[in-house]
């Protein structure tokens, strides 16, 4: 039996102290905490469930949202870009978008060819919607048809007008006065990650376009190739003034135009106001609908391919418990209702290594009323 | 409400990564730390011992290293092998020497779980994050003599357990 002298002990507890973990890990992680706790904290992740199940049941406003999201990709920079010490020729035209704080744009989302796996468009083949904001946690969109968007994180609310059924729905999503790090409805600002992605790399993501006319003006244009997945770029900004006045951004067979952009204006405060305005009132338990979609499959073992009795299977969704299961019968089949949205559903049976799988794609099952989902569990 | 808020996210901001450093070194997973310090934050907002804490920090660190020595004796059940997501050792350039190294850092931290808590906890301020005494002494309310005689103890200790097992 070999002597471990103190020695040893203090060496092992010495090269275990001299790990420290990357950068790039750490910020990630402290902005998924950050992001996961604000969300308990406003009472809780399951309010921007619901939100989200509002708003995907808008077209318009599931077909901006995704087209947001796609932008707002996290990047882990080591450099934080000031916006006054970036220099350049590219610099100078994205020094605007750094630096904006408050302006208006307008944003214009191309779906006609449809590939995307986890998006489902419907047929809306082009949208374009009216964006103004102030700072980052201050969106408002105007959709063609009337429907309104307030997000006031200053607040921690988002408020939805519907004016054809003259609602309001006003949902507390975080406390007053906290940004989330991931910008869910200003466009603009989500590119700025990528916009700095291209500062970081532009010998090798950054690309001269030349000259062109757009309405009568001369624009220089430059391209930035996004990182993997994450899309590219281009932006075209007026030859002599240098601000942008048009972001092209495609991922996939998607296309997102910003055009018309304004910085910098003065804004009407009334334009942020989460205050449902006089007449619209609130919808009936709209945000505490029953759940209606329906999950439902066959639950084996993966070794004897026979049905396995009183499985238990549940969705862990966003929100507390209980959670939406069922519990397999004698054919080992299972049924249950639960809300059209992202969630992974988990199988368990006494004996058996737990699975689970899930209904990926926070806008991909709108559209559908029913997922069969079979799980064949691995005996322990 | 809103006060308690801001202490928990002032709690984030300031010390994140000190506690991020501390899991991942615990746990020697990048891979997991992430949600264990998520694990961390959301049982801190929905404790209520928290909020009588004098040293929010104090208390956050002591629950980082019962977290992490939580998780360690759960995966012990599943006995996931040493993942190489961290590196180890500055001498181990061999895949077998660095084999060896993780196991034995892997048998250091499990000794480390059998002794007290005020041991364990000791241990790992002052070998794992290099605290000094004093420092010690101040977070968990003690005198700084009595942290240096509960850590030789822990390390005689230690010597045995490691002895016994290797």
Known sequence: MPEIDEREIKRRFEVISQYEPSHEVVVRDLERTRESLIQQMSGQRLRWQKMWRIIMKNRIFKVAAAAVVIAAVVLVLDIVYEPDLVSGAFADVVRPLLAVEAGSFKMTIDVSIVDLDWINYGDEPVQTIDVVFAGPGRT???????????????????????????????????????????????????????????????????EFLGEREIEGVTVIGYYMTGPEHHGDIAIWADSETKLPVRIEQSMGTQTVVISEISFNVELDELLFSVQPPDGYSAPASEEDKEPEFVVNGTVTDAVTGQPIEGAKVTDDGYGSEPYQGAVTDSEGKYSYLTWPEKHRIKAEAPGYKPQRKGITGLFHVENEDEKVIDFALEPE | MIERQKKILQLLNVSGPRLHRLLTRLIRREDVVGDLLQELF?????????????????????????????????????????????????????????????????????????????????????????????????????????????????????????????
């Open chain 1, 140 to 206: 408002h969109w105007d959709t063609p048809t009337g429907e309104v968007l307030v997000a006031n994180m200053q607040e921690g609310k988002v408020m939805i007008l519907l004016p054809t059924k003259k609602e309001a729905v006003v949902m507390q999503v975080g406390p007053p006065g906290v940004i989330p790090v991931h910008n869910r409805f200003n466009k603009l600002l989500a590119l700025r990650p990528l916009i700095e992605y291209a500062l970081e790399t532009e010998n090798e993501s950054v």
């Open chain 2, 42 to 166: 959301i049982r801190l907002w929905n404790s209520k011992t928290f909020d009588k804490a004098e040293n929010s920090f104090a208390y956050a660190y002591r629950a980082a290293i019962n977290l992490a020595y939580e998780w360690r004796r759960q995966q012990k059940t599943t006995s996931q092998p040493l993942q190489e997501n961290c590196p180890v050792s500055k001498d181990s350039s061999s895949a077998l020497g660095r084999m060896i190294q993780a196991e034995e850092l892997e048998r250091v931290l499990d000794a480390t779980s059998k002794l007290s808590e005020l041991a364990r906890d000791v241990v790992v301020m002052r070998y794992i994050e290099q605290d000094s005494y004093e420092e010690i002494a101040e977070r968990l309310g003690k005198k700084p003599q009595y942290m240096r005689s509960v850590c030789a103890k822990a390390l005689a200790q230690l010597r045995e357990i490691l002895t016994n097992d290797e």
